[in-house]
């Protein structure tokens, strides 16, 4: 059963601290997406990638948040600093444009900034 | 620019009931739509989808959803509901199979009572 996966699951940290977040895709999927959700906002995308190239990064706020993909079996989301209202759930999803499958997600990062 | 709009934030129906959750969107282009699932403190799970063909679309757990074009909708259903079933539902709209950002609604949370 093919999934994507997350870590850490929970992370609680103290305001100015940088903190990395980790998401392993599905096996032969090409595309990444890293999702924020907090109760205000709701779901909103903060970037994408394809075969580990970024396509939009729009909704990151460029100047503390960063997105990469080393290679296709990990992609990480950087925060440095971080701030309290950074504190949110972020989810990684992955797709494949090969075949048409849409997006799974993982179970999430729960982010708490202090 | 796409939207998705779910008017219902909160949903109580008793098991066996029957259920219908709505969803409408904008979008200027054909829409791929999604419905997806998400329990408390977990991630999401896609219950079905609608890329083209048959309006009508099965998805998992025994829900189905049909998208009305002339409508902009795409109305979640299931004939008689589970206690199980209680969790927050969101619909989203995208692009490329689901493989481009998706638009999520604000999610609708069902509570199903004894």
């Known amino acids: 059963d093919a999934r994507v996966t997350q870590t850490p699951r929970h992370k609680v940290t103290e305001m100015g601290q940088e903190v990395t977040m980790r998401c392993q895709p599905i096996?032969?999927?090409?595309?990444v997406f890293w999702y924020r959700q907090t109760m205000m906002q709701g779901l909103e995308l903060l970037a994408y990638?394809?075969?580990?190239?970024?396509?939009?990064d729009s909704g990151m706020p460029k100047d503390r948040f960063s997105a990469e993909m080393p290679d296709a079996t990990l992609a990480t989301l950087k925060i440095q600093p971080s701030e309290p209202r950074d504190s949110a759930v972020y989810f990684c999803a992955s797709g494949s444009t090969a075949g048409g499958d849409t997006q799974y997600f993982g179970p999430g990062t729960r982010l708490t900034v202090l | 620019a796409q939207s998705v709009t779910q008017p219902d934030i909160h949903i109580t129906v008793s098991e066996g009931a029957s259920l219908e959750l709505r969803c409408n969107y904008s979008?200027?282009?054909?829409?791929?739509l999604f419905w997806y699932v998400q329990s408390p403190g977990q991630g999401l799970q896609l219950l079905l989808k609608y890329f083209s063909g048959d309006t009508l679309v099965q998805g998992i757990k025994g829900f189905e959803a049909e998208f009305k074009r002339s409508q902009s909708s795409f109305n979640l259903r299931k004939p008689s509901v589970h206690w199980s079933d209680a969790a927050e539902y969101f619909c989203a709209v995208g692009a490329n199979f689901g493989n481009e950002k998706l638009t999520f609604g604000t999610g609708t949370r069902l509570t199903i009572i004894p």
């Open positions: 096996l032969g999927h090409n595309t």
């Open positions: 979008y200027g282009a054909t829409p791929y």
């Open positions: 990638f394809r075969n580990r190239a970024p396509l939009d």
